[in-house]
């Protein structure tokens, strides 16, 4: 049987232009068409040369609605992939803003795997009730009011979804370089979702 | 791991006539070497070189791409490995053979011949046998015999390659005839000019209509002459005098006599990437004359604009000592620059931009305290567009767009107001609607709330209603524009002047007029909310701090006042809410009066304009009571009645998570509050006609008590009536959902519920006695 590789990109919250002016140049140098293929983009992108730009890269993109944006993305989507349902949000929608227990909630209630949201603009991959949850953070290392306080690094993550696990590869900026960390998840087999 | 390319065959007409061709070539030459080795093995040197001989004559063929030829070579000159060991190991025992240099001399055709007298002459050399000197001169000079150019390309790469450590790196003779490095330079060079005939040759073989192919495979060889330039690189001994007078020279008027486009094009390149930049410093003037003299064909702007980056990044590298300061690298590249912008009157806008922006990212990183530098490239810059004669709207546009997408790709900062206006002067027609700048700047100077030009309606000239594409195009442009103005900074420390640099930005980017604005100002609007937070983190070293904060959150208010006006109502609402949080963070006197100032306009742009539950959701962060009741109150207010109910639960958070002053950032858990929220919710859910959506909006509140419940765990409140009233809940779920029909909709409610009960119990049995006392009153 063929090993199918099933890489996706979550990345979002690139805020260009209003709060950023671009990825930086070595996520771009990585991020070419052809590797990758299914984009999920937890929204926030604002500018049109974000969108195009992950549509360049694979035909399969997936975009939600974040609090800039105008177009008319959803609020939430779900999308298989392999063994793993995922589901998408920007999270702005959510409060407590980036609380995991009501990010928890919205998992049960789309009934996925894996939750990826956005916003708060900080790098989270972590397992909580069952589930599991994903932040890629901002591509661009956007300034958040919220977290005005805190110095923002550009960051996003890879998935390689395989038969029975999620590795994912963290990218992060720091001091002028990129840093890559693993995570991995096994995708439970019996869940509560029949 | 991911990211490995695959490289990309040329298939042409002749792809299966080559792969068979190189097949036939590489089985013979593997069986020759099979038998050479077996020779070896038996010391029969003479047939050993006969086999060795009949390999080699695989390299005779003229039928096989650069491609294969070369795969054929590797796997011939690695088996010459052997044979050059087996020798290397009979001289180091002792057992020279007799005059092998000449015996190898007689093999039947050149080009076994000339490989087989390199592998040997270099085995001499090795074992000190003659003259090293005599040796290298003769094998440079010998392999002129071979003037084919893929042939002699490649001859000339295996002399290279296996004299790479035998070459005298010395400046005096060690002993007679052993050579100095002045003998390793004549026979590199040598080497190389020899080696760039061959390569230029190339281009005149063959017809004219396969001239692309041609060149295409000159580009794939480039390398095998490149290795000439690293080779001398290696050589220690070389220093900057020697590099000026000997070996630049030598290489330049190769380069420049060859008058080869592709070669210059790579041998310039290749120069500024092998040698070091001290090396560069040290020769600049001829290098930049040698430009100045090269095929018009060539694109010179690259290799200049090549080497001013590598200069750029050596000065401004950790520990370097920077340019010299008797060398005047500005004015030799702005003059040389000049001089090519002269000289080539059909130089694209496009190219002359990118060489200025080259010069600025010169300036700014290795010239920081010379203003006059980047002011001087603007100017030529403006008068050489100018000057590149009337250039319509369009192209105006699209030279400006690629001025500032450089600027983006090099990230080339704009450090003072004079130079923001410089540059928005230069980029004029994306900024404003000609016309519309006068007469706007000065609306705008006089009336400090407004923005100059039309609201809604940049169209001052009354251009007519815009196309789909026109607006495609603008929101591009401007979102270039808006992206730059992220690059508008006088650096981590200049924080009173980086102000000035946007009041400046925002005066001339208003004039843009309301089309413009929501791309452009938003980016002026959070560069502000930065330096607020940088200047109150300063705080110890300006006391007057407080009035400085105040000051830029009042130039944000009146922007997004003015936004608001140009029928941005959800932008200015989202900068608004942003703008308090930032504020709240910030306590400069009576920031909570400038926060609450900044939400209520926020709020009554909402209650004005906006009437989308989702979007009410920004609230939820602030913290103030009368906002708070507010928010619950225009929940309510909501058209549909399931939007209502979602948003009033969601206001429970505001009295759970809330942080009022009074407590001094700890969470209000207001439980009586919440649980008001949460019961007026599920009494508009109940007033839902749809079964259906109201079991949904009951599953949704279950979930909010269970968080609540969850929450409180281990203080003292009591949750025992939230927990009674969800227990309550659910009952009144498991009876509408047993009543429902049948559906994609109500399968999802049921899975929902499902999920929700399985958390909930698992959350029971977790262990904590006190969990699962609360969670005992919902009798799952």
């Known amino acids: 049987c063929e090993i199918l590789v099933m890489l996706v990109l979550v990345i979002g919250d690139f805020h260009v232009p209003y709060r950023a002016s671009s990825i930086p140049a070595k996520f771009r140098r990585l991020l070419v068409p052809g590797k990758i293929q299914h984009v999920l983009c937890t929204g926030n992108l604002i500018g049109r040369d974000s969108l195009d730009y992950l549509k360049s890269l694979t035909s399969d993109v997936h975009v939600v609605r974040g609090e800039f944006d105008d177009a008319s993305w959803p609020e939430t989507k779900v999308v298989t992939v392999g063994q793993l349902r995922i589901g998408l949000t920007h999270g702005h929608q959510l409060l407590p803003w980036g609380d995991p227990a009501s990010l928890s909630e919205l998992r049960r209630r789309l009934g996925v795997d894996l939750l990826i949201s956005g916003h708060t603009r900080r790098f989270e991959a972590f397992e909580r009730d069952g589930g599991f949850f994903l932040n890629p953070g901002s591509a661009t290392g956007a300034f958040s009011p919220a977290e005005a306080g805190e110095t923002p690094v550009p960051s996003f993550a890879l998935l390689d979804v395989q038969a029975s696990s999620v590795v994912c590869y963290i990218y992060r900026f720091l001091d002028g370089d990129v840093a890559v960390e693993r995570v991995e998840f096994k995708i439970p087999r019996a869940n509560s979702r029949g | ?780």
Not at chain 2, 497 to 510: D, P
Request: glycine share 6%; charged share 25%; net charge negative.
């Open chain 2, 1 to 780: 791991l991911f990211w490995q390319t695959r490289s990309q065959d040329m298939s042409g007409p002749v792809t299966e006539d080559q792969e068979k061709l190189l097949d036939e070539a590489l089985s013979v030459v593997k069986l020759q070497a099979f038998q050479m080795k077996r020779c070896l093995d038996k010391a029969k040197l003479m047939d050993a070189l006969k086999h060795a001989s009949n390999m080699l004559g695989e390299l005779r063929t003229s039928l096989l791409s650069p491609k294969s030829y070369y795969e054929l070579y590797m796997l011939i000159t690695d088996e010459m490995r052997h044979l050059e060991l087996y020798l290397l190991d009979e001289f180091q025992k002792g057992r020279r053979v007799q005059d092998l240099y000449e015996l190898v001399q007689y093999a039947g055709n050149i080009i076994p011949r000339l490989y087989l007298l390199i592998t040997v002459g270099v085995v001499y050399i090795k074992c000190s046998e003659i003259s090293r000197k005599d040796i290298l001169k003769d094998l440079v000079e010998m392999c002129r015999g071979v003037q084919h150019p893929l042939r002699g390309l490649f001859l000339r790469n295996y002399l290279l390659q296996c004299t790479k450590n035998v070459l005298p790196d010395c400046v005096e003779e060690e002993q007679e005839d052993s050579g100095s490095v002045s003998d390793s330079i004549d026979f590199v060079l040598l080497n190389f000019s020899e080696m760039n005939k061959l390569w230029v040759r190339m281009q005149h073989q063959g017809h004219t209509r396969e001239r692309d192919r041609r060149e295409q495979e000159r580009r794939e060889l480039k390398l095998l002459v490149g290795t000439n330039l690293v080779r001398l690189s290696q050589l220690d001994t070389i220093d900057v005098q020697r590099y000026r007078s000997v070996v630049l020279p030598a290489v330049l008027e190769q380069v420049v006599n060859c008058k080869d486009a592709l070669s210059q094009d790579y041998v310039m390149e290749c120069i500024i990437q092998v040698f070091p930049d001290e090396y560069h410093l040290a020769t600049l003037q001829d290098f930049l004359q040698a430009c100045a003299e090269l095929n018009p064909a060539v694109p010179v702007k690259n290799i200049l604009i090549s080497l001013i980056n590598r200069l750029s990044a050596f000065a401004t590298r950790d520990g370097s000592n920077g340019i010299p300061s008797d060398i005047p690298l500005f004015d030799f590249f702005s003059e040389q620059i000049a001089k090519i912008i002269e000289n080539k009157p059909d130089l694209s806008p496009e190219d002359l931009v990118s060489l200025q922006a080259a010069l600025t990212g010169l300036a700014l990183g290795v010239y920081k305290d010379r203003e006059d530098y980047v002011d001087k490239v603007l100017e030529t810059t403006n008068s050489g567009l100018d000057k590149l004669g009337r250039l319509d709207s369009p192209t105006k546009k699209s030279v400006s767009a690629y001025l500032l997408q450089n600027m983006l790709n090099n990230g080339t900062l704009v450090p003072s107001s004079e130079q923001v206006e410089q540059l928005l002067d230069l980029v004029r027609c994306l900024v404003a609607d000609p016309g519309a700048d006068a007469a706007a700047a000065a609306a705008a100077a006089t009336a400090t709330n407004s923005l100059g030009g039309d609201p809604g309606d940049g169209s001052a000239n009354g251009a007519g209603p815009d196309s789909e594409a026109d607006n495609e195009d603008l929101a591009e442009e401007q979102s270039l524009l808006g992206r730059v103005v992220h690059l508008f900074s006088t650096g981590p420390d200049l924080l009173d002047e980086q102000f000035g640099v946007l009041k400046t930005a925002r005066r001339i980017l208003a004039t843009g007029g309301g089309r413009r604005v929501k791309y452009t100002l938003p980016p002026v609007v959070y560069q502000a909310y930065q330096l607020a937070i940088r200047f109150h983190n300063r705080q110890d070293s300006d006391d007057k701090w407080r009035k400085k904060c105040r000051k830029i959150f009042e130039f944000c208010h009146s922007t997004v006042c003015g936004l608001a006006k140009c029928e941005l109502p959800n932008l200015a609402l989202r900068l608004f809410v942003d703008g308090a949080l930032v504020v709240d963070k910030i306590p400069f006197d009576q920031h909570d009066t400038v926060a609450y100032e900044f939400l209520s306009q926020a709020f009554s742009l909402y209650e004005e304009e906006i009437s989308d539950s989702k979007r009410m959701t920004c609230f939820a962060a602030e913290n103030h009571e009368p906002l708070r009741s507010q928010t619950v109150h225009a929940a309510s207010k909501l058209l549909r009645k399931p939007d209502q109910s979602r948003a009033v639960a969601a206001c429970a958070h505001l009295f759970w998570s809330g942080r009022p002053r009074e407590l001094q950032g700890a969470e209000m858990r207001d439980l009586k509050k919440v649980g008001e929220c949460l019961k007026r919710a599920g009494r508009l859910a109940s007033q839902c006609m749809d079964a259906g959506l109201q079991a949904q909006l009951y599953t949704e509140l279950v979930n909010y008590y269970l968080y609540f419940v969850l929450q409180s765990a281990g203080s003292n409140l009591d949750v025992s009536q939230l927990s009674s009233t969800a227990g309550q809940l659910l009952a009144k779920i498991r009876e509408i959902l047993s009543g429902l029909e049948p559906s994609a909709d109500s399968e999802h409610i049921h899975k929902h519920f499902e999920a929700t009960v399985e958390f909930a119990r698992s959350q029971s049995a977790s262990g904590d006695a006190t969990i699962a006392g609360l969670l005992a009153q919902l009798e799952l």
